[in-house]
């Protein structure tokens, strides 16, 4: 993937492109808004992603006038400022995501391969699709049943709703955070181990009485569903 | 905004409703009381002084008539002769020939007042006195007053009319005051409720300088300026502390994560992570305490949020073999942040999983939310302690995690003009509400 990364700090800036450069990814580094924005108009890059309060023009203001322009590639902004507020106006620039500084480098990772894939066009997470199917796993959204291998898997309603979010990502990382906001709708952290207890439930539901885990936990990252 | 084709009919009800209010503010307008309380006097004094001229005036009348007409009855001296004329009538007692019923009613008692239903002699009231002429014989005597009360009359219409014009003048100039006066109460009062509810840039705009009402919205102007510049300097100096705390934080976060894997990097991360949420937490209790007005609430029936929280955290609690039990009782829907709601409740349950007894119960009764627990509970003397805001937070901050639970679930409640109510559970243990019930 070609990723733009506009990031002023000079620890952060290095750090945010050697790791993305391990995990394949061609990335063109600036710390400065203006020529991030003129490289943005003048190539095709598969993947923004944008520090909110840097010299020359902000991340903010960069996405804004991309967006005026009709340049639709997705956008994650990186920010120190984690208000909520802050976060909406993100959202109303046109941003995809939101990330708060301090981050996790998998944390990162993950986002950018959620977003990267949304730009590779099929994106299953917006399909309308009410049936999933993930091999011998049926989740039926609008029954709101739940089969694997024929037999039937009582679900509670958030453990429908975690569930669909995981099927809908097959083979994709997914961190903590990404479930807490989506699933629960909490941009804060509940100290208490909401994900960890709900992701083991599930488990025990749709895993543990057949042979084959479709549902893997990477250690300190996040979790994969299938693949 | 309103869809267009509904404006017309808003427009009007709007202005039935403020018609309404503005009838309602009249009643209560200081000016208008108070000229009507003037007007009520002066009407009072009018009454009494008319009153009293007119009735003195007709006695010193009468008396001038009487003594005029026994010294044209004495000088008289015609025993038994009439002597009428077109402006007098002087006999002798018994010569009452002629006469109608009233006028002889009169003559017996001794004199009068009389008035009649025909004229007589071209008048209809005439002023009766009998007396002796110069011989000493009984004669009455009576002169037409017609004129007189008729005079009398006007001069009475005169003075009612000019007491009503006053005490009508009087009412319209504070009506008049008092609604000039209210425009700009009313100004004013609208400015103060949009400040509560949030919107920092009201002001009252008025700019005359002429009275005390004028000061006073000056002053409130001013205030309101002033309350303007210190929120936008805290979110300002905020932002800028976020950004200075949390752009080390990151990097101390990147150089860990380049270290090589082992178990000290793992702790290192870890605590790298409570940094930041500590941090977090410590943001955002500021955000919420420094926010104001209504902005982002919306309805939250308090059955529904307690229902989606039990679901959320019971399998959490149950795992520390605890049980988590949803109680709602005739649930009411508020105005609220859900957001901002479920992270208060959500470190209600917190602390009450790590402090709390093995039963938790999430409760819902009418416009209350809480969480209740049988623990070891909290000794009603340091309830004040355990909810004050974070600058007095240090005992509670060493015995568990980051303690800022109960500052942010007070901050909440605080936002959402709300009462954090504590109380020792029936038997044991601490019981925390969020009352939505306004006093």
């Avoid at chain 2, 001296?77 to 018994?94: G, Q, V, Y």
């Avoid at chain 2, 007894?357 to 355990?386: E, Y």
Wanted: glycine share 8%.
């Amino acid at each position: 993937m070609r990723i733009l990364l506009l990031e002023d700090d000079a620890q952060l800036g290095p750090w945010i492109t050697n790791g993305l450069r391990e995990e394949g990814h061609v990335v063109d580094h600036f710390d400065d808004g203006k020529d991030a924005l003129i490289a943005a108009m003048g190539q095709d890059f598969d993947l923004l992603i944008l520090d909110r309060m840097v010299p020359g023009l902000d991340g903010l203001a960069v996405l804004k006038s991309l967006r005026a322009s009709k340049d639709s590639t997705p956008a994650l902004f990186l920010t120190a400022l984690g208000e909520v507020e802050a976060r909406v106006e993100g959202f109303e620039a046109g941003g995809d995501d939101y990330l708060t500084k301090p981050f996790a480098f998998a944390e990162l990772s993950a986002r950018v391969g959620a977003l990267g894939r949304r730009r590779e066009g099929a994106d299953p997470t917006k399909t309308t699709q009410t049936v999933l199917r993930h091999s011998d796993l049926t989740l039926d959204l609008l029954a709101r049943t739940c089969t694997r291998q024929g037999q039937q898997i009582d679900l509670m309603a958030k453990e429908i709703k975690l569930l669909e979010y995981l099927m809908r990502r097959p083979g994709r990382l997914v961190t903590r955070t990404m479930l807490l906001e989506q699933v629960w709708d909490m941009s804060f952290d509940p100290t208490t181990s909401v994900v960890e207890t709900h992701i083991s439930r599930l488990r025990a539901k749709i895993d543990k009485p057949f042979d084959v885990a479709l549902l893997r936990t990477r250690r300190g990252e996040g979790y994969v569903f299938g693949a | 905004m309103s869809p267009c084709c509904a404006r017309g009919v808003g427009k009007a009800t709007s202005l039935v409703h403020r018609w309404v209010h503005q009838l309602r503010w009249l009643r209560r307008s200081s000016t208008l009381r108070l000229a009507a309380l003037l007007s009520g006097i002066f009407a009072l004094g009018f009454v009494v002084a008319i009153f009293v001229a007119l009735t003195l005036g007709e006695r010193a009348n009468e008396r001038r008539l009487d003594a005029t007409l026994s010294t044209i009855a004495l000088g008289g001296a015609i025993a038994d002769t009439r002597l009428d004329s077109a402006a007098l009538i002087l006999r002798p007692l018994d010569d009452l020939d002629g006469l109608p019923d009233p006028f002889v009613r009169v003559v017996s008692r001794g004199g009068g007042v009389v008035r009649l239903r025909d004229d007589l002699m071209r008048s209809d009231t005439w002023r009766v006195l009998v007396a002796q002429d110069g011989a000493g014989s009984p004669v009455f005597a009576a002169v037409p007053i017609e004129e007189n009360e008729d005079a009398q009359e006007l001069l009475a219409q005169i003075l009612w009319s000019t007491a009503g014009v006053v005490v009508v003048v009087t009412l319209a100039i504070g009506l008049w005051a008092g609604l000039i006066a209210q425009r700009r109460l009313l100004r004013i009062n609208a400015t103060l409720g949009q400040l509560s509810a949030g919107d920092l840039t009201a002001r009252t705009g008025l700019t005359r300088s002429k009275d005390d009402l004028d000061d006073i919205a000056k002053t409130l102007d001013q205030t309101a300026a002033e309350l303007e510049r210190l929120v936008a300097q805290t979110r300002h100096l905020s932002a800028s502390i976020a950004h200075d705390l949390r752009t080390p934080l990151a990097r101390l976060r990147a150089q860990l994560e380049m270290l090589p894997d082992g178990e000290e990097r793992g702790v290192a991360l870890e605590e790298a992570s409570r940094l930041s949420d500590i941090f977090d937490t410590i943001m955002r209790v500021a955000r919420i305490e420094a926010g104001q007005g209504r902005d982002g609430f919306e309805e939250v029936p308090l059955a529904e949020l307690a229902e989606d929280l039990a679901e959320t955290f019971g399998p959490v609690v149950e795992d520390e073999n605890k049980a988590l039990t949803l109680d709602v009782k005739a649930p009411a829907v508020v105005q609220g942040d859900r957001g901002m709601l479920v992270q208060a409740i959500a470190n209600l349950i917190q602390n009450a999983l790590v402090h709390g007894g093995d039963q938790i119960t999430l409760f819902a009764h009418g416009r209350t939310i809480g969480v209740a627990d049988n623990g070891a509970g909290v000794d009603p003397a340091a309830f004040a302690d355990i909810v004050k805001p974070m600058v007095r937070l240090d005992a509670a901050r060493s015995t568990h995690g980051s303690g800022l639970g109960l500052a942010l679930v007070r901050a909440v409640t605080d936002r959402h003009g709300a009462q954090l109510e504590l109380a020792v559970n029936d038997p044991q243990g601490l019981k925390v509400a969020i009352n939505f019930t306004h006093l």
